[in-house]
């Protein structure tokens, strides 16, 4: 009779093991999935918006504070797109992305415009890209159980 019990109770653990296993995996599933598609608009974002940003301030009429100002309005709708990446990001990935994308924001308005800027513009888009693609290899529990560090500077 003991055996029994000890069997059923073994088969009751093991079905409450193994449905939070699987609500951990397809959480984790889902959430590469979110952050991939969230990173993914946020590149294609950046890209459109530096583009505008170049037509606008070498094409666009009138004077150069008003283009300027089209360029700025066009960097602050990226911000829908930086904060919602933000959110999937780990705590020093998402300081580098709001300095990243500041970069090219001043970039593309200072004196000169984009052009005499391509090197630098060039390689911040670079470091955006490798900060965005080390960010999908975190560990999705990494983000929710940060190291003891982190929290204390939190």
Same mark, same amino acid.
């Given at each position: 009779?003991?055996? $029994?019990?000890?069997?059923?109770?073994?088969?009751?653990?093991?079905?409450?093991?193994?449905?939070?296993?699987?609500?951990?995996?397809?959480?984790?599933?889902?959430?590469?999935? $979110?952050?991939?598609?969230?990173?993914? /608009?946020?590149?294609?974002?950046?890209? $459109? +918006?530096? /583009?505008?940003? +170049?037509?606008?301030?070498?094409?666009?009429?009138?004077?150069?504070? $008003?283009?300027?100002?089209?360029?700025?309005?066009?960097?602050?709708?990226?911000?829908?797109?930086?904060?919602?990446?933000?959110?999937?990001?780990?705590?020093?990935?998402?300081?580098?992305?709001?300095?990243?994308?500041?970069?090219?924001?001043i970039n593309c308005t200072s004196q000169g415009g984009p052009a005499?800027?391509?090197?630098? /513009?060039?390689?911040?888009?670079?470091?955006?890209?490798?900060?965005?693609?080390?960010?999908?290899?975190? /560990?999705?529990?990494?983000?929710?159980?940060?190291?003891?560090?982190?929290?204390?500077?939190?």
């Amino acid at each position: 009779m003991p055996t $029994e019990y000890i069997a059923g109770l073994s088969a009751l653990l093991g079905a409450f093991a193994g449905a939070a296993l699987t609500r951990r995996t397809e959480y984790e599933k889902w959430l590469r999935q $979110e952050r991939a598609q969230a990173f993914g /608009l946020l590149i294609n974002e950046v890209h $459109e +918006t530096r /583009l505008f940003a +170049t037509n606008e301030y070498y094409e666009g009429e009138g004077t150069e504070q $008003e283009r300027s100002t089209r360029v700025t309005e066009a960097f602050t709708k990226l911000g829908r797109h930086v904060g919602v990446a933000r959110l999937y990001m780990s705590n020093d990935g998402r300081g580098e992305l709001s300095e990243l994308v500041q970069g090219l924001w001043i970039n593309c308005t200072s004196q000169g415009g984009p052009a005499s800027r391509v090197i630098q /513009l060039k390689a911040q888009m670079e470091r955006l890209q490798k900060l965005l693609e080390g960010e999908l290899s975190v /560990l999705p529990w990494s983000l929710r159980f940060p190291k003891r560090t982190e929290r204390r500077s939190q």
